[in-house]
């Protein structure tokens, strides 16, 4: 047996629908024919899977009948005239092939009510991923330098599963004297105070408990500290980020 004979022959030998001798011709080839043995493999995959891809259904009565009415007309048809061997082959073929595709038919009367059932649920199940996903979509925004701040660069970070916003700054000027770097989120020009950048060699950082969602703004301000500024900034500021877009991912 060659290897097109084989692929032919592969989808009955899968479905076990071969005779004896088929089935050994095929066995023999298959023992020293990788290709072949890989293309068995895949299909019998695929049939092992057939059974639970679908709801089990009672098949109606009229499918039963015509199946076998047609097996029944082929056989009368083939049984009155002798039959050359070519058209022996191409009969058992045509029996085969209709016996799979009674198989086939039966499973897909099935398929048509699972299908609807399993779009359905999938749908259902996107929807819900959509909705997971956008409650742990990690949001990043750039921030920029401005006025004494000029050259300075960084990110504003939202965390959705540590539920944090981290600020990372570099290039800011030198602090002088009790100087310190404060954070700030703005929303409608009221800002809120996320804390005291901490500086380790040249950058600057801040982590704050908490979502930048519903703010427009995160900005960096230069306070005369010691201490942390309460209200608003009494220092210039000298770094922020637009929080109105969507952000990088």
């Known amino acids: 047996m060659t290897c097109d004979e084989f692929e032919e022959l592969s989808g009955a030998y899968a479905l076990d629908a071969v005779t004896p001798v088929e089935r050994e011709t095929a066995r023999a080839h298959l023992a020293g024919c990788a290709k072949c043995t890989r293309r068995l493999q895949e299909l019998r995959a695929a049939v092992d899977l057939l059974p639970y891809s679908v709801t ?19 056989s009368r048809t083939t049984s009155t005239q002798p039959i050359p061997l070519i058209t022996r082959a191409k009969w058992r073929w045509s029996t085969k092939l209709l016996a799979i595709a009674a198989v086939l038919l039966l499973l897909l009367s099935g398929v048509l009510t699972a299908w609807n059932v399993s779009l359905h649920q999938q749908n259902s199940s996107l929807a819900s991923q959509v909705t997971s996903l956008q409650h742990h979509v990690i949001l990043t925004y750039a921030i920029r330098g401005i006025a004494a701040g000029q050259g300075a660069s960084g990110t504003a970070t939202y965390l959705p599963e540590q539920h944090i916003t981290l600020l990372v700054i570099q290039g800011l000027p030198q602090l002088q004297g009790t100087q310190v770097y404060q954070g700030w989120l703005i929303h409608a020009n009221q800002p809120v105070s996320i804390g005291l950048l901490s ?25 005369p500290g ?24």
């Open 56 to 74: 089990q259904v009672q098949p109606p009565e009229s499918l039963k009948g015509r199946v076998l009415e047609s097996i029944r007309n082929e």
């Open 199 to 223: 500086l380790e060699n040249g950058v600057a950082s801040v982590t704050y408990p908490g979502n930048i969602a519903g703010y427009e703004i995160a900005a960096v301000s230069r306070e």
């Open 226 to 249: 010691p201490l942390a500024s309460k209200d608003a900034p009494t220092g210039p500021i000298v770094a922020v980020a637009e929080l109105t877009s969507k952000g990088d991912l």
